[in-house]
Each structure stands twice: as structure tokens, then as C-alpha cells.
């Protein structure tokens, strides 16, 4: 809810542009790497915003634009995203989870990592940097997920 456009910016390595996001939390502030598809979704975000549409997408980060990335088109912040994303889950069936608990915006959290360690796109020690976790955490959690992504490898 407090991201800003001015959390964001361009991360070159070796020539390839990544998109980096400050994020502060539990654990303190950090730079976090977004996944490629996030930036269409940003893109979409600053479409949608009237009063900062006459910047290009490229300008939001070398103005460092203060206006909060998730806002309605009027400009208008919601206090949660809660009522909105419960919406959703009912319209799309999804309220609750295979055990009958309700998701929550925290289940993203969940799912991120179990898509993340089972694509093996990224090791579980970077995900813990990405996540602001412990390796111990994840491994607690996930390690099912990870014997049985690596059956093949050890079958």
C-alpha cells in the first residue's frame, strides 16, 4: 500500500536492465529484484493515473515521483486493498483453500514462494534474501517442496 514510485528504479548488470524495489518490513529495508512481468503491471498503474499520465514511464524514476504506485486513477488511495481483493477471490471462487481457511493478501506471499522454488528459477537462498526470511524459514515450511522438486535428480 506505501510503495511510491520514487521505491523504484533501474538495476543494470552486465548490460541488462532490472527493475529494482525498496521495500521495508519486519526485517528492515532492502532493494529487491521484480520479476520481469511486474513491469507491465506497473506500466498499466501509471496509465491509469491522470495527474502523472504526461510523464513517460521512464521519467516516474528519474524524477523520482513521490505518488503512491497503487491509486485509483483519480488520484485517490484506498486503506486496504483487503475488500477489493476478497471480491476477487469470491468472484473467482477462490476464497478458501483446500483445507476450507480463508486466503488472505498474506497467501501471495505463500504462493510467490512455492512458484519461485518450484520453478527452481531461484535458489532458496536468494528467495530468503527476496522474501526477508530465513533459509531456516523456508526450509521449514517449503521443504517438502524441495524433495520432491529434486526427485529427479535423485531418482
Do not use: N
Not at 528467495?127 to 523456508?138: F, I
Amino acid at each position: 500500500m506505501r510503495l511510491c514510485w520514487h521505491h523504484l528504479a533501474w538495476h543494470w548488470v552486465d548490460g541488462q536492465r532490472y527493475l529494482r524495489v525498496w521495500v521495508d518490513g519486519k526485517t528492515g529495508g532492502r532493494w529487491l529484484i521484480a520479476r520481469q512481468a511486474a513491469i507491465e503491471v506497473l506500466e498499466r498503474c501509471h496509465q491509469r493515473q491522470q495527474d502523472i499520465q504526461h510523464l513517460s514511464f521512464e521519467e516516474l524514476f528519474t524524477q523520482r515521483v513521490r505518488h503512491r504506485v497503487f491509486r485509483f486513477a483519480s488520484g485517490y488511495q484506498p486503506r486496504t486493498f483487503i475488500g477489493a481483493f476478497r471480491r476477487l477471490l469470491i468472484d473467482g471462487g477462490l476464497l478458501l483453500d483446500h483445507d476450507g481457511r480463508r486466503r488472505t493478501l498474506y497467501s501471495l506471499r505463500h504462493t510467490y514462494a512455492t512458484l519461485a522454488l518450484v520453478s527452481g528459477d531461484v535458489d532458496i537462498h536468494t528467495l530468503s534474501r527476496q522474501m526477508g526470511t530465513s533459509v531456516a524459514m523456508l526450509e521449514r515450511h517449503y521443504s517438502k517442496l524441495t524433495a520432491t522438486m529434486a526427485a529427479a535428480r535423485l531418482g
